[in-house]
């Protein structure tokens, strides 16, 4: 589990905007970037060379404030 205090200070370092904590895919998401960074070992990778690229549907499921699930 990631801090709280962590979670509200992190940003997307690409679009600086604010990320979604997806606990269940264990992912932290930037809706703006349509950027997914891992979480491993309860430490976020923040680097944009390891985030999975969000498809359009994925963004528009979080932007409503739902999960990505099928």
Not at 18 to 37: C, F, Q, T
Not at 48 to 67: C, F, H, I, Q
């Amino acid at each position: 589990m990631l801090d709280k205090n962590l979670l509200e200070i992190l940003v997307c370092p690409v679009t600086k905007g604010p990320l979604i904590y997806d606990k269940a895919h264990g992912e932290l998401i930037s809706v703006s970037g349509r950027l997914a960074y891992p979480i491993r070992d309860d430490i976020p990778v923040m680097l944009e060379e390891e985030a999975r690229v969000l498809t359009a549907e994925e963004a528009d499921a979080y932007r409503k404030g739902g999960s990505a699930e099928s």
